[in-house]
């Protein structure tokens, strides 16, 4: 097929394609702990029965020791062709009504700008469909080997590693088209090739045997929580770059975000200025950023008048590709240490160190997944980074060593808000995916170099 007929074959495919993510979204497919499990146990179902359709015959709910099973199935292509492990997700976040959901996360939504809205419209669910689309542009007869992977708990405590590492075998390919991602702005093609990493740790710091009299006692005697503020500060200087010692920053070589579009992509409040300096390429995907994620300390309710002993933080920083993220750690761990003022006693729990991730971007599946998405898209190809880290790439990896990495996907970062309130999805976006997904397996099949 030339790229004309694929891309009138997915435009044919649209609307039954939509028809299944709007069913796909009105699935609370939710599994993290404490959600009802009937949702996600009928997504799962309901998914492996739409990809047994399309071609995947075999495909099967697997086995874990806990939590929902991973989707797995294989389609035979023509001898000695390439294998291609297609990936997405069936889970989704939460979506509490705190967030500000202006239409029911649950009830896919079409809205006057043509996007559907509703949690996992595009995370994940719209990559999922995305995939649909591309078995269903050929009939459920690829011109490659394809694996299926479509992991249950993404986004809560994963167990596909675990899974990986048990049947590395099932993961034999020559490429990983992770379809979990997005362009930075609808229309404009850009292949995600590094994750930051992520490294976390528990920070205690004590100033006092025992709660004090803070009448009696204060403005001598320091309190844990003034004290935590100060060391926190530290993290950054006025600007808001983080001022760790030995975390490692880098420059971004490829298309950045202004900081208009960034800002409406973030919601910032109205008067909030952007923390960092230089370009927003490089404050996203070439340098570290720090954040607390978790404070204990006495709540309002409990309070009294009393000089606080003892506090805890839980810290979060994202590590440039490229960064070892052990090291990274020990770098924060030795910021703490020796910043506290007054003294205070500090101890520092190391709680994760996931490492970045930077996809080989040499290869011939790289070179082909270009010229597929500039065909779909009709324009040149950037290079973006993504903030989120996914640790799973790198047990893949290891699985399949020499294998490339094409992370893509309909999650566009500018409007997309995925895991936030109003998620949505532009159908353009599913669309050209199929196209460029399409021209991909079929050019890797073919083996030509690249026009
Ligand atoms: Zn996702």
Redesign the pocket.
């Known amino acids: 097929m030339d790229s004309n007929e694929i891309a009138s074959r997915a435009s044919a495919l649209m609307p039954g394609l939509l028809a299944d993510l709007e069913r796909l979204v009105a699935i609370p497919s939710v599994a993290f702990p404490g959600y009802p499990a009937e949702p996600v146990e009928e997504m799962g179902r309901v998914t492996l029965e739409m990809f047994r359709e399309v071609g995947f015959t075999d495909a099967r709910l697997m086995e874990v020791p806990s939590g929902y099973p991973p989707i797995y199935g294989e389609i035979k292509g023509p001898e000695g062709s390439p294998t291609v492990v297609l990936y997405a ?1 069936y889970d989704v976040q939460p979506a509490p009504a705190e967030q500000g959901w202006t239409s029911d996360p649950w009830t896919p939504t079409r809205k006057d700008n043509g996007r559907i809205y509703g949690r996992g419209a595009a ?2 669910k719209g990559g999922l469909v995305a995939h649909l689309g591309t078995l269903r542009i050929f009939d459920g007869k690829p011109p490659c080997t394809l694996k299926l992977i479509l992991e249950g708990m ?1 986004e809560t405590e994963s167990n596909l590693e675990a899974f990986v590492e048990a049947h590395p075998e099932l993961f034999e390919c020559d490429l990983f088209l992770i379809c ?1 991602m997005g362009n930075l702005e609808v229309g404009e093609p850009v292949l995600t090739t590094a994750l930051r990493g992520d490294v976390a740790c528990i920070v205690t710091l004590r100033t006092l045997e025992h709660p004090l009299h803070s009448g009696v006692f204060g403005g001598a005697a320091p309190d844990a929580m003034i004290a935590m503020a100060r060391l926190l500060a530290t993290l950054h200087d006025a600007d808001g770059n983080v001022t760790v010692a030995g975390a490692s920053t880098s420059v971004w070589p490829g298309v950045d975000l202004s900081e208009e579009d960034f800002r409406a992509s973030a919601d910032l409040l109205d008067g909030v200025s952007l923390v960092g300096t230089g370009q927003v390429g490089d404050r996203l995907w070439a340098r570290p950023s720090v954040s607390v994620i978790g404070l204990d300390m006495t709540d309002i309710a409990g309070s009294s008048n009393v000089l606080i002993p003892g506090v805890r933080a839980k810290l979060s920083m994202r590590i440039v590709p490229g960064a070892d993220p052990e090291k990274e750690l020990d770098a924060l761990v030795d910021h703490l240490k020796s910043h506290a003022p007054w003294g205070a006693q500090v101890e520092v729990q190391r709680t994760k160190a996931a490492p970045p991730f930077r996809c080989e971007t040499g290869g011939p599946g790289y070179a082909a997944a270009r010229w597929a998405l500039t065909e779909a898209y009709g324009k040149p190809v950037g290079e973006a980074g993504s903030g989120g880290s996914i640790p799973l790439l790198r047990t893949l990896q290891q699985a399949a060593p020499g294998a490339e990495f094409i992370l893509w996907g309909p999650e566009d970062v500018a409007l997309a808000r995925i895991h936030s309130s109003d998620e949505s999805v532009d159908p353009a976006e599913i669309q050209s995916m199929v196209v460029a997904q399409a021209l991909l397996l079929q050019r890797l099949a073919a083996g030509a170099p690249p026009a």
Do not use: A, G, I, R
């Open positions: 997700h995370d994940d993404e979990d």
